[in-house]
């Protein structure tokens, strides 16, 4: 090899390890904006409805949730008030499973943690289809089906999740444990989606507001988490690819999305989360 094909080669691997780190760091900020405004969301879960429910006030679970509290339906109200706990759970453990220093320092922790997040996914998933299917949601049927599938694609991805790790097959049980991350995350990105749509408008457009339904709830329904799981999709793409475009464009791509996600975040803490507490 002559000294111009070493110092070609050299650039090249400087170059490409140059754009890894863009996307690494570009998903790194991603990951932090993400946990910062599921946390936020955990905040108002626990101090709204954990609040009233110390001070068994369940009545006002109603100011947010049309068919949260009805008074003799007592298995009803087990199981929302068991979604609600879960719920807390969820987003507080479920972005450590994804932290790299937690997994290699705290292994034991990462598979006490895990099972107890898999199997929350679970229980929240077939209690959250159980509310849907007997008590309805706001959005109609349209908005029935579309959360109906979020549950079960979070049935399908913790079982994929687990079915690696049991494998030990670590890179697939990686891939799929993000998306499972993405889809437990429906409920939020649908949250943060809609209120960056009501501040970037000023106004309820593409819905009414008094019956929740409209074109672009029905939208938001499903984008919700099959655009997350497609940008995932292209993520994995372009880190596996050694075309550097690919990896510039996605890093790109992915810090435009974090401050999208940023602005949306802004307006569900101040404008719906916040004033709640
Ligand atoms: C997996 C993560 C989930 C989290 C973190 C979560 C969280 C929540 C929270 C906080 C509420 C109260 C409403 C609010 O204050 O915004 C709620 C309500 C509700 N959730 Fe979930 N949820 C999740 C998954 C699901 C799934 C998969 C379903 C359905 C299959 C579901 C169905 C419902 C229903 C029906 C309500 C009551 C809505 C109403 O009465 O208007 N949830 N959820």
Known sequence: MNQTTITTTGNNSFAHSSNNNWLSHSAKMWFLVTVFGQWVFAFYVAMFYGGASLEGDFAKWNKVMPHGYIAGDTIGNIAVGMHLLLALVVLIGGPLQLIPQIRKLAP???????????????????????????????????????ISLNAILIIVFASLAVYFAIKRDIKTHRRWAIRLFIVMGGVWFFRIGLMLWLMIHQAPVGFDPKTFEGPFLTFLGFAQYLIPLAVAQLYFKASDSNNNQNKIIMSVALTLLT???????????????????
Not at 136 to 145: H, P, Q, R, T
Not at 259 to 277: Q, V
């Open 108 to 146: 034991r922790f990462h598979r006490i943690n895990g099972r107890i997040y898999i199997l929350t996914a679970l229980v929240l998933s077939v209690g959250g289809l159980f509310m849907v299917w007997t008590r309805g949601v706001a959005g109609g049927d349209i908005g029935k089906y579309s």
């Open 259 to 277: 401050l999208a996600m940023a602005g949306g975040i802004f307006s569900a803490s101040m404008g719906m989360w916040l004033p709640r507490i």
